[in-house]
């Protein structure tokens, strides 16, 4: 049986039901493989039609092989950038490559958006000032786009990050993580209901703030919940929160796109 093969049985299991175990087998099998098996893992993927298992495939290929110079360089033979945590490990090289395909090749929109957010990820110091440089000259043409800051900033905050008043980076995640453990006993309905369509907000995270591996947040009190709506798809849900696990909907929240523009200034 081939890795793909193995991948596909694997991940078609659980695909309308959520299983962690198989989805760890698929990891560690992807994992353990050779730069050659991951090239090869690589180049079938390219002739799969399922988008999703694609993503999922070059997500895990980032994260476990996280500096491949002959993938990089077959994914920007194809003009291949997404998904865009792919090169964020790339090489000195393979960043200047990308820079010089941007500014001198010849992409399309679609391929331009993806190339700037797949350097966002890459987030070095040469980047940075090259954003930086960019906001300061905004709107700007690239590749015959017209970017504004909002679109700038909207491309950073997919990585992570964005530019401070002095044009540094400044991180919007924390760098420690944990794995995520799902409590069946938790309560995962807010009694706080979504605005746009009157459904209860559900509880993705619950924190408790006395435990030592929660001191990172920086948030006083007691408890801390997060909520969204997944009835109204937004991409991103504001709420107000408290340190006692009370969570509210945001008069902020109006619409999708009305989101996206509050999050790009």
Same mark, same amino acid.
Not at 22 to 40: F, Y
Not at 54 to 78: G, K, M, W, Y
């Given at each position: 049986?081939?890795?793909?093969?193995?991948?596909?049985?694997?991940?078609?299991?659980?695909?309308?039901?959520?299983? *962690?175990?198989?989805?760890?087998?698929?990891?560690?099998?992807?994992?353990?493989?050779?730069?050659?098996?991951?090239?090869?893992?690589?180049?079938?993927?390219?002739?799969?039609?399922?988008?999703?298992?694609?993503? @999922?495939?070059?997500?895990?290929?980032?994260?476990?092989?996280?500096?491949?110079?002959?993938?990089?360089? *077959?994914?920007i033979d194809v003009k291949?950038?997404?998904?865009?945590?792919?090169?964020?490990?790339?090489?000195? @090289?393979?960043?200047?490559?990308?820079?010089?395909?941007?500014?001198?090749?010849?992409?399309?929109?679609?391929?331009?958006?993806?190339?700037?957010?797949?350097?966002?990820?890459?987030?070095?110091?040469?980047?940075?000032?090259?954003?930086?440089?960019?906001?300061?000259?905004?709107?700007?043409?690239?590749?015959?786009?017209?970017?504004?800051?909002?679109?700038?900033?909207?491309?950073?905050?997919?990585?992570?990050?964005?530019?401070?008043?002095?044009?540094?980076?400044?991180?919007?995640?924390? @760098?420690?993580?944990?794995?995520?453990?799902?409590?069946?006993?938790?309560?995962?309905?807010?009694?706080?209901?979504?605005?746009?369509?009157?459904?209860?907000l559900i509880i993705l995270?619950?924190?408790?703030?006395?435990?030592?591996?929660?001191?990172?947040?920086?948030?006083?009190? *007691?408890?801390?919940?997060?909520?969204?709506?997944?009835?109204?798809?937004?991409?991103?849900?504001?709420?107000?929160?408290?340190?006692?696990?009370?969570?509210?909907?945001?008069?902020?929240?109006?619409?999708? *796109?009305?989101?996206?523009?509050?999050?790009?200034?």
């Amino acid at each position: 049986m081939t890795v793909m093969h193995q991948i596909k049985k694997w991940y078609y299991s659980f695909q309308n039901r959520w299983n *962690e175990e198989r989805m760890q087998q698929i990891i560690n099998l992807i994992q353990n493989l050779s730069e050659q098996d991951v090239l090869t893992l690589a180049r079938e993927s390219f002739q799969l039609e399922d988008d999703m298992l694609v993503s @999922e495939i070059f997500e895990i290929i980032a994260f476990t092989h996280p500096n491949i110079p002959r993938l990089h360089q *077959e994914l920007i033979d194809v003009k291949c950038f997404y998904p865009h945590v792919m090169f964020r490990n790339a090489s000195t @090289e393979t960043r200047e490559q990308l820079i010089d395909l941007l500014l001198n090749g010849e992409l399309d929109s679609t391929q331009t958006h993806h190339l700037m957010c797949t350097l966002a990820w890459i987030g070095d110091k040469r980047v940075i000032k090259l954003y930086h440089d960019w906001w300061q000259q905004a709107p700007i043409q690239i590749q015959g786009d017209t970017l504004t800051r909002e679109d700038l900033s909207w491309k950073l905050k997919l990585a992570g990050w964005q530019l401070n008043t002095n044009g540094e980076r400044q991180n919007l995640v924390w @760098e420690e993580h944990y794995k995520a453990i799902s409590a069946p006993s938790a309560e995962v309905v807010s009694e706080e209901k979504c605005s746009c369509c009157n459904e209860p907000l559900i509880i993705l995270f619950d924190f408790d703030l006395s435990l030592p591996s929660a001191e990172f947040l920086q948030f006083p009190g *007691e408890r801390l919940r997060i909520a969204t709506c997944f009835q109204c798809g937004f991409d991103e849900v504001f709420t107000i929160v408290d340190g006692f696990g009370n969570v509210k909907w945001s008069d902020v929240n109006q619409n999708p *796109e009305t989101n996206k523009i509050l999050l790009s200034r």
